[in-house]
């Protein structure tokens, strides 16, 4: 098994925010990171899909990563609406985020389909962004390990590896609330996580990235970032302006 140290990602995850104005904060993002102190972190911007080719166009030859926010698990065909996985890169990005809460909330997505997104994403060559993440009842219910453990299972497809795969822990109760949960309980589930990757995928397991999400912001993103498991962050709304985000992609390196 490797220890090798994992390089952190920061990726923001617009959602249904940003016109073609909000390019300029992804341009400022990517006109700052040169000056950061290298490659220490991947930085990444999710945008939404209207925003994406253009997004991935200006960051191309940059350190400035891509993402887009869902896809289809079908490489094409009749899906009114909806965005293939291989549009997804042909439009430039380099990972797409699956199974956010919104999306299971919003458009009942369940585990057996955010598994097969995650197929999807690795068929076309993208990174798999795998969301997961307890609601405020499970919580306050004992359940939150049962259910992450659940959602792992049933949301990661086998062919995971630290290359194609990422995990998101977000409780959906800490996003866009301004609240978060306690760095113990953060060490807990990652450690949990990370003993569900190393069980199922073996040495693999060991180098997937695990990133935290929900109301990361500058003030307490480096106490999250610093914890163990920690491999970096998801972050909504502190990433839609670029000073914030480029507050919490300092607090990575
Ligand atoms: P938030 O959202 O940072 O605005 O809480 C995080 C997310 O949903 O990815």
């Known amino acids: 098994m490797t220890n ?8 923001g995850n617009w959602k249904m925010n940003g016109l073609a104005a909000a390019l300029a904060e992804a341009t400022a993002v990517r006109d ?55 549009m997804v890169k042909d439009a430039g990005a380099s990972a797409v985020i699956v199974g956010h809460s919104e ?7 369940l585990d057996r389909i955010v598994r097969s997104k995650a197929s999807a994403a690795h068929r076309a060559g993208l990174t798999a962004i795998v969301c997961i993440g307890e609601t405020r009842g499970e919580r306050e219910a004992g359940l939150t390990l049962t259910v992450v453990r659940r959602q792992l299972a049933g949301s990661l497809p086998d062919a995971v590896d630290p290359t194609n795969s990422v995990i998101a822990y977000e409780p959906v109760w800490a996003i866009g609330t301004g609240l978060t949960p306690s760095t113990d309980d953060v ?19 060991q180098g ?8 990361v912001k500058p003030a307490n993103a480096r106490e999250l970032l610093a914890l163990t498991d920690v491999n970096g962050a998801l972050v909504g709304g502190g990433s839609l302006r670029a000073e914030d985000f480029l507050a919490i992609v300092r607090a990575a390196l």
């Open 4 to 11: 090798a140290p994992i390089r952190p990602l920061i990726a």
């Open 32 to 86: 700052t990171l040169p000056s950061l102190g290298g490659n220490a972190a991947e930085v990444m911007i999710c945008p939404p899909a209207t925003l994406l080719a253009q997004l991935a166009g200006l960051a191309k030859g940059s350190p400035l990563a891509v993402g887009a926010q869902d896809c289809h698990w079908a490489a094409a065909g009749a899906h009114t609406g909806d965005i293939a996985a291989e």
């Open 103 to 109: 999306r299971r909330a919003d458009h009942g997505e």
């Open 187 to 205: 060490v807990e589930v990652h450690a949990a996580i990370r003993a569900y990757l190393v069980e199922r995928f073996g040495a693999a397991g």
């Open 208 to 215: 997937v990235r695990i990133l935290y999400g929900g109301s």
